[in-house]
């Protein structure tokens, strides 16, 4: 499936110097789905070279027609949605309709950014001398890396390469050896769509080895990460030798709180859409579920009621709702933490173990844990699988002291009928998004990302383009 792609460089697809190779799986089969073009240094190198060429057409391509050229790549996306699906299926294991959910996401990334190519504002500021004016202005980084994750890797690409070009930088991408094809697909599309040559390339090879050329290179200018906190320190230590922009999304272990004056009924729903989705891989994924104490019973009941019914199974069959993990390293981790939470006090009320009459794939049941307290492992550690721990809390301020009792900062949900309590809550929540009596928050046009140890810069939104951008200030002499 991946002979008629291989590395993007210079506006074409081309094997690799040394024709080199490596395999990629099917989670759902444990099948090789076929082999992929694997990036050797001087590979690296000429996609430097290519992209700081793409670099000068792109930076001063007229932001109109900038703009065109993105909002082309958005409607090819929605052309090719099934393809696309169908990839995030075979390399992921979600199921095919989460798949093409992912699609339209990615599409509506690239409509936005579209339009922020014209809104790149700059600003006249009143002089304090007469015959002076002082302009500031916006102008493109320069070249960007973009390393792109295996659990979402056609947004995650998205948002990268969009928001370069929307900016007027040219990239390099590179995407994860689990799931290189995804984004190859995307590529695709953006020279499809007609973006000039060496403005987007892609380099598919070993991570560590590619990333740490690119970042050595002085011809990247900007790096933006969506990764293990782990990685994005290395990643950033690397940069600083560079002095380079750094946007980092880093890992996160979202708290869901419901209080006692909401809908249980319907909080269960948004809670069980949140956690599992893509089988709980997500950045975003709710892990500690706080649960006001006169309604805890209640919702543990509606939840497991609720989560019994969704149906496990490859993702390309009809009506499946849970797919595999994605690798068989990530499984194992899974087992793992459910045994350590098991030893630590943890009772299983659902799940923990792998579902009976699958003989191959990285399957795993959801698992509903009760008993567990919040120095346990699986409260401090990022489960990044289908894994529920629920707790009980009494009072509005012990919840939230609770809540943001962790490194990670990045996404928090609220569940109440009270005006106040959600506004307070959200105000005190240390994250840096809130989703408030909803299952939804990664949307193209809000401003995405964490503080504390998740990183900092956004992705998404009017603000998401500043990381891609220089600001120069000009003091304007009308005469010598």
Same mark, same amino acid.
């Given at each position: ?190 020279? #499809?769509?007609?973006?000039? =040559? &060496?403005?987007?390339? /892609? !380099?598919? *090879?070993?991570?560590? %080895? ?128 459910? #045994?350590?939470?098991?030893? =630590? &006090?943890?009772?299983? /009320? !659902?799940? *923990?173990?792998?579902? %009976? ?124």
């Amino acid at each position: 499936m991946y002979e008629k792609f291989g590395q993007f460089i210079d506006g074409k697809w081309q094997k690799s110097e040394k024709n080199e190779s490596y395999e990629v799986i099917n989670p759902a089969t444990e099948e090789i789905i076929g082999k992929a073009s694997k990036a050797g240094r001087s590979d690296v190198e000429k996609a430097l070279k290519s992209a700081e060429k793409g670099l000068k057409v792109w930076r001063n391509t007229a932001p109109w027609q900038r703009s065109y050229i993105i909002r082309k790549i958005a409607d090819k996306i929605r052309e090719k949605q099934n393809v696309l699906a169908k990839w995030l299926t075979l390399e992921v294991g979600k199921p095919l309709a989460e798949g093409v959910g992912e699609a339209g996401g990615a599409a509506d990334i690239f409509e936005w950014n579209a339009e922020e190519t014209k809104r790149i504002y700059g600003q006249t500021v009143e002089s304090r001398f007469p015959n002076t004016r002082v302009h500031v202005y916006y102008q493109p980084v320069g070249v960007v890396a973009a390393l792109v994750p295996w659990n979402f890797p056609l947004i995650l690409a998205s948002r990268k390469i969009s928001t370069a070009l929307a900016a007027g930088c040219s990239v390099i991408c590179k995407p994860d050896v689990i799931t290189p094809g995804t984004v190859m697909e995307l590529v695709d599309i953006c020279k #499809e769509s007609g973006v000039p =040559e &060496g403005v987007v390339n /892609l !380099l598919s *090879g070993d991570p560590a %080895s590619v990333s740490e050329q690119l970042i050595d290179s002085d011809i990247v200018k900007k790096v933006s990460i969506t990764g293990s906190t782990r990685v994005g320190k290395l990643i950033l230590k690397k940069a600083a030798d560079k002095v380079q922009r750094v946007t980092m999304e880093l890992s996160g272990h979202s708290p869901f709180i419901v209080f006692e004056d909401s809908n249980i009924d319907t909080v269960a729903d948004m809670a069980i859409t949140a956690k599992f989705r893509n089988n709980g891989q997500v950045c975003i994924s709710p892990n500690r579920f706080y649960i006001q104490e006169s309604k805890k019973d209640e919702f543990i009941n509606k939840f497991i009621e609720k989560t019994k019914k969704l149906k496990i199974g490859n993702g390309l069959d009809e009506g499946v709702q849970l797919g595999p993990m994605t690798t068989a390293k990530r499984l194992s981790e899974i087992e793992e933490l459910v #045994e350590k939470t098991k030893k =630590e &006090g943890a009772k299983v /009320l !659902l799940g *923990g173990k792998r579902p %009976s009459g699958f003989n191959k794939g990285y399957f795993y049941e959801p698992t509903v844990f009760d008993n567990v307290k919040d120095d346990f492992t699986i409260m401090k550690q990022e489960p990044f699988g289908p894994l529920v721990p629920m707790l009980s809390f009494k009072t509005f301020d012990e919840v939230i002291e609770r809540a943001n009792d962790n490194d990670l900062g990045l996404c928090s949900y609220v569940y109440t009928n009270s005006m106040e309590q959600a506004h307070k809550a959200s105000e005190l929540m240390e994250t840096g998004c809130v989703a408030v009596n909803t299952a939804a928050v990664a949307v193209a046009e809000a401003p995405f990302g964490g503080i504390k140890q998740t990183g900092y810069g956004r992705e998404g939104g009017s603000m998401a383009i500043k990381d891609y951008l220089n600001i120069k200030y000009t003091h304007l002499g009308l005469k010598n």
